[in-house]
């Protein structure tokens, strides 16, 4: 399964680029040295990113 077709990323691309940081889709990309093409995988990066946050969040608590 792939998030992103274009760069080929998949979830564990997105969620290590989490790890280090990256709050945004544009820092997830800059962490695994690409840029948008399409950027239709936008949206769903951003509710990757906001889920995690949130569970991280969660587990603060």
């Avoid at 820092?27 to 949130?54: G, L, P, S, W, Y």
Wanted: aromatic content about 4%; overall charge positive; charged content about 25%.
């Amino acid at each position: 399964m792939y998030v992103c077709n274009c760069n080929g990323l998949k979830p564990r691309d997105v969620a290590r680029a989490i790890d280090a940081g990256a709050t945004r889709p544009r820092e997830v990309f800059a962490h695994n040295q690409c840029t948008a093409q399409c950027a239709k995988c936008v949206c769903e990066m951003r509710q990757i990113i906001q889920d995690t946050r949130e569970s991280w969040a969660m587990a603060a608590e």
